[in-house]
């Protein structure tokens, strides 16, 4: 007996040991290719790049992972408490995996075999390290393995906390956020430090399985998951009981952020912003690399560009009468689920879409859309309001904006219209007025002339409505308001503001045998004027002679140095603004004009930082040698070098900008512009057939430009000019704008002489001369002795270029003649 139970002894030990070398070699194998784990100490994960506005708060994220990474002494004990209650409470004492909870694991899939039911997991955060970062998702006996292997590789190469903080920043918990202080962000707007006992519990229970915790989708399961993870919490000592209870009596109170800008009205400028970046680092950087973006964007500024711009385009597209409803839906049945689908402009929150439910002559009654839910559900609430006749006046007429077509709103709506209205009152009216998208568009730009800093920025009506940026994208003629450059050209060699020149009728012949007659606006004029009255009150004969007597080729120079246009060609059309350029390189340049003739380079971003904090770019390029003294010796202020390089004469930016302001005190924009006794300068631009119109001025400290126009050209009608339309809305926005900024004037550079002269002539005005007007003139000029005229001659002889360059014959054919 006692041979025979050694011999079953010896075959048990042969058994065990080939087993044992079986295992070995099989774990030797596994081994042997088991990726790199050292990798996980230069851990980079992509990073969620944020813009920032002026002020610092957030515009905008950008990411394919919603992530932000956190060192794990950033992460509160409260927080790893619930991961840790949740996924592994023996973290900090285990060896990598979880031997006891391996048992039981394996006793509880053993009594669900055959049941269907999915295998339970044990699975370490250790393993979940990992699985995430080194092996795929497989459900395979080598890729649990392997896991094994890196797992105890893993704890014996870095701390516990270190593979904490690489777990905690890793998960994905859906709603394509990863890492917690992602998630915190996403599910409830807040920081990780803000966090309550309830909201790290429902963070917590994510990870094992984010679609089916889904707080909108399965929200009672969402709830049993939480709750399941906050008695966890209380069991491991983490919580009180009465907290616990406390806790679980909370509603989930996921409030999902927006993916879009996080700043009201900033979405054009965030997303010109977003097309900087990707053409000056990549989609890769962009979207992986964790930026930190510090614009020029201030809110309160984009506010009241925003507003102005859109008053402006309401105002003329009423004018022009009602377009009709933008759909037909049956009010017979439940009408609220149909209208919620109707999609409306998130970035119009004034506006409110409606249903006309009846008409009367007196009143129109509407039911405004419901909200949805998370779920994308209609609510069952039912908002009822009224639009009175006066309230909508201004759809009585027919779409051309010519008669009116009806007397009342039941010829203008019917029941099953879907429109816009507007509360007019406080949160709780009822009462309404109508409203519709205009057809018209255009684009503003404000910026700092100093630094060229971009403040403000409008695309158009709504970037809901359309995302094609008007004022960065839009190529538009500017008319009249390229003028001022063509004028500073003739300063800077030898012309004076009281210089004359003849405001005839004339005549040009060009190389294809046809005539072109550049006309002033409605045929107005006559005579001989100077060249300060012809900018105020834009006559394109002067201008146009002006600028033959010039010489093209000069003008064409400055437009390239201003930045208007890149290589112009020199056609006495481009001098009337025929050529096309946008709002921000008008006002880039306007800006020129007036911080006294620098250059600047329009920017819309301050600083940017990488995912380190080192700053990769920087837009102020000026130098301050001594800023950073470290301690007062008595030494000489230190002082801000300017090396910008100048590119107008300051005497020539001072005349320029006196004649601007001649513009709005008695030219074309007279009592247009009204900003309290402060002085503004400003120039007006309407092109051939009033399809564009135009207005660009500035302070000493802010310069606004914007057009208004179609998008497909065409005419704006009768009175649709610059300082009918853009003046307008130039006032409303500086107004607001400039309201807390100090009140300055404009410089006049030292050794500028002031004359009085005669306003008609330019010549020297004599004592108590009515027309008598205080004229900039350089050192070595004044107003002339005798009258001479510029431009005598009522015609010109062909130009050489219009002979051969088709551009020529393109831009006389655009009708540039037409420009005020």
Known sequence: MIRLLGYFFGIACVMFLGAAAVVAVYLANVAKDLPDYEVLSSYAPPVTTRVHAGNGALMAEYAK????????????????????????????????????GLGRAILVNLQNFGSGRRPVGAS??????????????????????????????????????????????????????????????????????????AETAYLASLPKGPA?????????????????????MVENGYVSKADGEDAKKQPLGVTARNNGPSLFASDFFAEAVRRQLIDQYGEKTLYEGGLSVRTSFDPQMQLAARKALQDGLTTYDERRG???????????????????DVPAFSDVPEWHLAVVLAVSPESVDIGLQPDKDGAGKASPDRERGTITAKDMQWAYRSSTGERKTAKSPEGVLSAGDVIYVERLGGENSTSYRLRQPPKVQGGLVAMDPKTGRVLAMVGGFSYGQSEFNRATQAMRQPGSSFKPFVYAAAMDN????????????????????????????????????????????????????????????????????????????????MSLGSGETTVMRMVSAYSVIANGGKQIKPTLIDRIQDRYGKTIFRHEERVCEGCNAGEWQSQEEPVVADNREQVLDPMTAYQITSMMQGVIQRGTAAGKIDLGGRDVAGKTGTTNDEKDAWFVGFTPDLVAGLYIGFDSPSTLGRGGTGGALAAPVFNEFMQVAVKDMPESKFVIPQGMNLIPIDRKTGMAAMEGDPNTIIEAFKPGTGPADNLSVIGMDSTMAPEEILKTSPQANQAVQSGAGGLY
């Not at 690489?166 to 962000?185: D, P, R, V």
């Not at 089916?212 to 966890?232: G, K, M, Q, S, T």
């Not at 002033?520 to 900018?535: S, V």
């Open 65 to 100: 992972e919603k992530r932000l990474f956190l060192p794990i002494q950033a992460i509160p004990d409260r927080v790893k408490a619930a991961f840790l209650s949740a996924e592994d409470k023996n973290f900090y004492n285990h060896p990598g995996i979880d031997v006891s």
């Open 124 to 197: 370490t955060i250790t393993q979940q390290v990992a699985k995430n970062f080194l092996l795929t998702s497989d459900q395979t006996i080598d890729r649990k393995i392997k896991e094994a292997i890196l797992s105890f590789r893993i704890e014996q190469a870095y701390s516990k906390d270190k593979i904490l903080e690489l777990y905690l920043n890793e998960i994905f918990f859906g709603l394509n956020s990863y890492g917690i202080a992602g998630a915190a962000l996403t599910y409830f707007n807040k920081s990780v430090t803000e966090l309550t006992v």
């Open 212 to 232: 089916n915790y889904h707080p909108f989708r399965h929200p009672e399961a969402a709830l049993e998951r939480r709750n399941w993870v906050i008695d966890r």
């Open 322 to 340: 009602f377009h009709g409803a933008l759909k037909k839906i049956d009010t017979t049945a439940d009408w609220g689920k149909e209208l919620a």
């Open 494 to 573: 030898g012309y004076t503001p009281a210089s004359v020149v003849s405001d005839d009728p004339l005549q040009i012949q060009t190389g294809n045998g046809q005539v072109w007659a550049p006309d002033n606006y409605e045929g107005e004029g006559g005579g001989a004027n100077t060249l300060r009255f012809a900018i105020e009150h834009s006559r394109n004969r002067m201008t146009v002679r002006l600028a033959n007597d010039l010489g093209m080729n000069v003008v064409a120079e400055y437009a390239d140095r201003f930045g208007v246009y890149d290589k112009m060609p020199p056609l006495l059309a």
